[in-house]
């Protein structure tokens, strides 16, 4: 039998992007390994997209536009608000189990929690994007342009994704437990439902819309519909609003972290 | 500060930590030499897990100085975090994982390459008997092979101080003594642990040396016997078969060592001092049989940390302690040592 006693030490301290990867791979392993994480989400999140899709969908009056193509680039833009609950649910969990303790405990960068936790998040997020986007053309959604322009709104769905994770994890630090993160994160159903995602805004009462219209997630959706159209109109204010975000959110959850 | 040639292993000079309006930590003093397994003892909400919690640079403390191995826990936390390994109070493995990945995990985060993350996992294993189960995804571990698993995760960087934040809390008698054992085997090749526990029996078991804190405070600090010591003498135990002969059992233990004698809440036994030892306990057992009163088991013993603990610090703190599911599970794995025999719960005696 070996003895601890003569076991080697480690050379070194690990580097930010091994221990990040580290932090990301036991994440990404959690997700794929849970199927209520990783099939359900994506059933969850087609559940949504079907019942209005053909449920509430024929009463709207989206302008112009088929309310399947109205729709499904928002939805797809948005999911992240309804799967991030998730995320701040499993960052409060590591907090509560000791796993969070331990990784402090360790000689590891104090940014890799935070970036690890990062890149798997999107990484699941990407994948809920990529199976709500192809239930979308199966709902009978098309793409009004080129595909070029529905890659580079695929792509700027993903750059939320990202920043909308770090703030899902922010939350999942404040929230004292996971069911308190689960209700901390429905605040988020507030910002994905007054907004033009789902309904036009004009179509609100008056008190309401200045809200609609102001608030990040109106100009995040309005920039993806209009990549898809060939335009890029509302892109800079969606990425200010991204930029914004990460910039403040980012620090927090780094201190908030380091707290323990 | 220190004379000595080598720094000590962990000195602590008037810790506190605040929290809010809660002192957790209350001017707490601890000096710990390498080579031995410490025990932090103390009723719960004493600040063990504070303390711990400072060791592992999780809390800063709001005063004082703490080092481990010379280094300040603030200043040097970088090169603290190299030399600890925490095993807290929930066993904080990935479930969806198995026991090697954990651990090649936690190798990597401690700075080892894959080759060694390997090597240094497959060592762990072995050491904490954990091979049959080692593939298997830790979901579906037994409690003791959780906290087993836990441990040697704070172990794959081979740190010089493991920390055990209540290792055995909330473990059946059988997981319980998995993790003695291997905390045990630890000891031997040679790993300096500090653990903290309510339970007696466990520092009794594994500790060399005891520090017992309460709110926040040292209270006392020595090895197991001069802890027993200090609350001197040996102590005569009558086991009674039958329960309703305990009152006149408890009478004649009283009159023979003309002091008070007290019978256990379980109903089946009668504890008194017995200053002057054996003389008295071949007395008792001359009144016993001449009162014709069957006896299950008599002896004299050194006191229990139980009972020393009572003594330093007061019946009305240990009260605060309720744990009374774990008290039953305390008392089976003793049932083959007479010497602690009984419930070495601190609450217990409430």
Redesign the interface.
């Known amino acids: 039998m070996t003895a601890i006693g003569i076991l080697e030490r480690p050379p070194r301290t690990p580097g930010l992007a091994g221990a990040s990867g580290q932090v990301a791979l036991r994440a990404l392993r959690k997700y794929i390994r849970t199927p209520g994480l990783s099939v359900m989400g994506v059933v969850q999140s087609v559940l949504f997209l079907f019942s209005f899709r053909y449920v509430f969908g024929g009463a709207i009056h989206a302008g112009a536009t088929s309310y399947v193509d109205f729709l499904v680039p928002a939805y797809v833009a948005s999911i992240v608000l309804f799967t991030g609950g998730g995320i701040a649910v499993a960052v409060a969990e590591d907090k509560v189990q000791g796993f969070t303790d331990r990784m402090l405990s360790l000689p590891v960068p104090r940014y890799a929690l935070v970036l690890g936790r990062t890149i798997a998040d999107s990484a699941t997020n990407v994948w809920t994007i990529l199976s709500t986007a192809a239930f979308g053309f199966l709902f009978g959604f098309r793409l009004p342009g080129t595909w070029q322009d529905g890659l580079a709104a695929l792509g700027l769905c993903v750059v939320y994704a990202v920043v909308f994770t770090i703030v899902f994890i922010v939350m999942g630090l404040f929230a004292p437990n996971a069911q308190a993160a689960q209700g901390m994160s429905l605040i988020a159903f507030v910002f994905a439902f007054i907004s033009s995602a789902y309904v036009p805004a004009t179509s609100m009462p008056g008190w309401l819309q200045p809200f609609a219209k102001y608030q990040p997630i109106t100009p995040m959706v309005d920039a993806v519909r209009s990549l898809l159209a060939g335009s890029a109109s509302d892109v800079g204010l969606a990425l200010a609003w991204s930029a914004l975000l990460v910039v403040v959110f980012t620090p927090v959850a780094v201190i908030r972290y380091r707290r323990g | 500060m220190t004379t000595g040639n080598a720094a000590p292993l962990i000195a602590a000079r008037g810790i506190t930590v605040r929290f809010g309006k809660v002192t957790a930590l209350d001017g707490l003093e601890l000096t710990a030499q390498p080579g031995q397994v410490l025990a932090v003892l103390g009723p719960n909400g004493a600040g063990k897990t504070t303390f711990v ?1 400072c060791l ?4 800063r403390p709001d005063s004082g100085e703490l080092r481990v191995r010379g280094q300040d826990v603030v200043r040097d936390a ?1 090169s603290v ?2 030399d ?3 095993a ?5 493995v ?1 479930p ?2 198995t026991g090697r ?1 954990n651990l090649e ?9 894959r080759a ?1 993350a390997r ?2 996992a497959a ?2 294993i ?2 904490l008997d954990l091979s049959e189960v080692a593939d298997r ?1 830790s979901s579906t571990y037994s409690g003791g092979q959780r906290r087993r698993l836990d441990l040697g ?6 740190p010089r101080l493991l ?1 055990l934040d209540e290792p055995t809390t909330g473990l059946d008698p059988v997981s319980r003594s998995e993790v003695w054992a291997a905390v045990r085997r ?1 000891a031997t ?3 300096d642990i500090l653990l903290t526990t309510h339970y007696l029996d466990e520092a009794d078991q594994l500790a060399d040396h005891v520090v017992v804190i309460d709110h926040g405070r040292t209270i006392a600090s020595g090895t197991l016997s001069e802890l027993k010591a200090s609350i001197g003498q040996d102590v005569i135990e009558v086991a009674v078969s039958d329960p309703r002969q305990l009152a006149e059992v408890a009478r004649i233990v009283a009159q023979v060592t003309s002091g008070p004698a007290r019978p256990e809440p379980t109903g089946q036994r009668v504890t008194a001092p017995a200053p002057a030892g054996p003389g008295q306990l071949g007395e008792v057992i001359a009144r016993l049989a001449a009162a014709s009163i069957a006896v299950e088991e008599i002896g004299l013993r050194r006191p229990t940390l139980d009972e020393a603990f009572l003594a330093l610090t007061g019946a009305t703190d240990a009260a605060d302690t309720t744990d009374a599911a774990d008290t039953t599970d305390a008392a089976d794995t003793l049932d083959n040592q007479p010497a602690s025999a009984g419930q070495n719960n601190i609450g217990s005696r409430s």
């Open positions: 919690r592992a640079t999780l809390v970088a975090r190299k600890i390994g925490l807290g109070q929930f066993a904080a990935e969806t994982m990945e995990m936690t190798a990597r985060l401690f700075g080892h390459r060694a090597r240094a060592s762990v072995e050491q995804r995760a704070s172990l794959v960087g081979s920390l630890l090749s040679g790993t």
